[in-house]
């Protein structure tokens, strides 16, 4: 066989392979919406079916931004607003804290949805359920549900952060009546059944339950885990370890009240980290029959020092008018604020600012007649922020990379300008996101794929660093 010989240069940028625009189009409240693809300024959508009272969550294309599916734990809607085939996940799941959707690593067309249970005593527990976006015209339909990944009562807290290594996930909750975290690692087998568990920290548990209630939230450098709960009122702050998938170090941020059933309560609800990984907001509810008014609370975490951290506690907003709860850090690096029954969501303008000057506004968004709710969109924080994107697609490297021969029929081969310290893999996709190869970790300057057993047409490939760096790129299997 013969090939024309041809050498493509292709740019090694700076950008993960793990997201881009998955976090770029919103779905929460009751109908409402945002899309961040538009000069990554906040378009309202009012098109949406979903009835989110709390945890809500949307995924778009990471290539994109445009959406794919959403749901509130409760219904599963398609980018069309249909409700999927067997679409209808837990019983009451819109009264859930947190929903999460994370994309299946080494997959560019499969989806994990992961619900907890209602207050720590449904009994769902903590499952799985699979979205494999090519079945359905491309709509999206469910290769399975209702699968148990953790077989205990768990609290509606869910979130995850980026393993190391910059291609798998570590989904983190929290056990119901317990002082244990649980990591979860997810990989391109799936999502490993044995839990890392980090007893660490208060018990989760209280007669009324409200302690199951409230987020939790992973810094987006995957360094800090924050938690927050209604009846105990403290605010706690972790060491996470992104190889290992331990929590640990807690430093208590402490509040006043606790929830005793009948509506006194602390109120503390939301949780989010500024962009820049050194401010944390907690936001909490209005309760007058506990004297708690609706707060942002911001605390400065760059000492990491219990005394330090806590002297810097600031009201960046109070209000005796409406509660505050989901807090969400979007692409534009704004955090965004759910507010119940409200035509208005709140934006925090500049948190990586210390004090007053993050710059809360209360009515941030209006919502062109659609009301917000409890939930906004628990996605895991992805760093994808816009400006860095914009920045990573404009990008010229000083080192190149050579693929070559293109097209080819046997053996396809990547050669960097100059020796690599970190280790590299190399994934081949079909068109259509198949994975049909991954190497072995290799340094050096140069990795190979033998294609020779492969159907003839285009292919992707995706070239992942272990410092978490890839970069992208396409040829041509041919005769």
Not at 339 to 367: E, Q, T
């Amino acid at each position: 066989m013969h090939h024309k010989l041809t050498w493509i240069v292709l740019f090694f940028t700076a950008t993960t392979c793990f997201a881009q625009r998955e976090d770029y189009t919103w779905y929460f409240g009751n109908g409402a919406g945002l899309d961040f693809n538009t000069d990554c300024s906040p378009t309202v959508l009012t098109n949406g079916k979903i009835h989110g009272f709390e945890g809500c969550a949307s995924i778009s294309d990471p290539v994109t931004g445009q959406l794919l599916f959403y749901t509130n734990s409760d219904s599963v809607w398609n980018r069309n607003h249909v409700v999927m085939p067997n679409g209808h996940l837990v019983f009451n799941g819109s009264t859930i804290t947190q929903v999460l959707i994370l994309a299946h690593p080494g997959s560019a067309t499969n989806y994990f949805i992961i619900t907890a249970e209602v207050q720590g005593f449904s009994g769902q527990h903590l499952r799985v359920h699979e979205v494999d976006m090519s079945l359905n015209g491309g709509l999206g339909g469910f290769v399975y549900k209702d699968s148990i990944i953790y077989n205990a009562p768990v609290t509606e807290k869910i979130t995850a952060v980026r393993h190391v290594n910059g291609i798998d996930v570590w989904l983190l909750a929290h056990a119901y009546n317990s002082a244990d975290y649980i990591a979860l690692l997810v990989t391109q087998a799936g999502i490993n059944p044995v839990p890392v568990i980090s007893t660490v920290g208060k018990i989760h548990y209280d007669p009324s339950t409200a302690d199951a209630i409230g987020e939790i939230k992973v810094s987006p450098d995957g360094s800090k885990l924050a938690a927050v709960t209604m009846h105990h009122p403290d605010i706690e702050l972790f060491d996470f370890n992104n190889a290992t998938g331990q929590v640990s170090n807690p430093i208590v941020l402490p509040e006043t009240g606790g929830y005793d059933g009948l509506g006194n309560s602390s109120g503390l609800y939301g949780v989010s980290f500024s962009a820049n990984n050194t401010m944390l907001y907690v936001s909490q509810w209005l309760l007058p029959s506990s004297n708690v008014d609706g707060k942002i609370i911001q605390y400065n975490i760059s000492s990491n020092d219990s005394i330090g951290i806590n002297a810097t506690r600031t009201n960046v907003f109070t209000t005796t008018a409406h509660s505050l709860y989901s807090l969400k850090l979007a692409p534009d690096r704004k955090i965004y604020v759910g507010r119940n029954a409200s035509g208005y969501i709140g934006v925090i303008n500049s948190p990586d600012v210390p004090g007053m000057a993050c710059n809360y506004v209360d009515n941030g968004v209006y919502l062109n007649g659609k009301t917000s709710s409890w939930g906004l969109n628990n996605l895991m924080e992805y760093g994808s922020y816009c400006e860095l994107l914009a920045a990573a697609e404009t990008a010229v490297a000083a080192e190149p990379v050579v693929i070559a021969p293109n097209p080819a029929n046997e053996t396809v081969t990547i050669t960097f300008s100059n020796p690599r310290s970190e280790n590299h893999w190399l994934t081949l996709y079909t068109t259509k996101g198949e994975l049909v190869y991954k190497g072995n970790a290799t340094t050096g300057t140069t990795l190979s794929a033998d294609i020779h057993a492969l159907p003839r047409g285009m292919y992707f490939y995706r070239l992942y660093s272990s410092g978490g760096k890839c970069t992208n790129g396409k040829f041509i299997a041919a005769e």
